[in-house]
């Protein structure tokens, strides 16, 4: 999401570029999550080591990532129904993503039923249901189909907590910080699952735990 409020800070003067390696490239940006700047590159550099179908899923991707996510749509559609040489499977499921994000259910779920089963297929298909509370029937086949990556293991944390199982979320969060001990957003998971079941020292002393790091 984009920042509404950025501190103010000192502009200076732009120095000239003094050797290519000043240059930014469309990978640095990318690399240091610069969306903005690596979608700027894309759209007015007129030399690109990228094909043309490269170029248009690096612009759908920038700018998915940048929040843009009708400018990411408009891409992904046209790809689909204009070029006939290109992964149809990929842009789809990227499509579907553009969908979730938009809150446009009923089309992502008419997207993804067209794709071949796949990791970020079943993820998709777990949120998708999770959004629809008639379909919590549907969340245990969609569960057993989630592999141990830790994607899928964040998804099913997620499915978990929106079944009110917290019990199993905590597991499954304590499972993931094993890996990833330097992502804290998993402690503020696991502390809003102990705030949920009640389990108030627990959470207070996360919480306090956090504040020091």
């Known amino acids: 999401m984009l920042r509404r409020h950025l501190p103010r800070r000192r502009f200076h003067r732009i120095q000239p570029v003094t050797s290519k390696t000043d240059v930014p490239t469309l990978y640095n940006a990318v690399l240091n999550r610069d969306f903005i700047g690596a979608n700027t590159i894309l759209e007015f550099s007129r030399e690109s080591d990228e094909s043309e179908m490269d170029k248009l899923l690096w612009l759908g991707y920038c700018n998915f990532h940048s929040g843009n996510y009708e400018k990411a749509q408009s891409i992904y559609i046209d790809m689909l129904t204009q070029h006939h040489d290109i992964n149809t499977q990929q842009v789809s499921l990227c499509l579907t993503c553009v969908y979730y994000y938009l809150q446009m259910y009923k089309e992502a779920r008419e997207t993804v039923s067209t794709i071949s089963d796949c990791?970020?297929?079943?993820?998709?298909?777990?949120?998708?249901?999770?959004?629809?509370?008639?379909?919590?029937?549907?969340?245990?086949?969609?569960?057993?189909?989630?592999?141990?990556?830790?994607?899928?293991?964040?998804?099913?944390?997620?499915?978990?907590?929106?079944?009110?199982?917290?019990?199993?979320?905590?597991?499954?969060?304590?499972?993931?910080?094993k890996e990833k001990r330097e992502n804290l957003a998993f402690n503020v998971y696991l502390a809003m699952c102990y705030f949920k079941l009640v389990r108030y020292s627990q959470y207070k002393r996360l919480l306090a735990s956090l504040l020091y790091l």
């Open 119 to 177: 990791s970020l297929k079943n993820r998709l298909m777990l949120h998708l249901a999770i959004k629809n509370p008639h379909e919590k029937i549907h969340f245990l086949p969609l569960q057993e189909k989630l592999g141990v990556k830790v994607e899928d293991l964040i998804s099913l944390a997620a499915s978990y907590f929106k079944q009110t199982n917290y019990q199993s979320a905590i597991d499954v969060c304590k499972k993931i910080l």
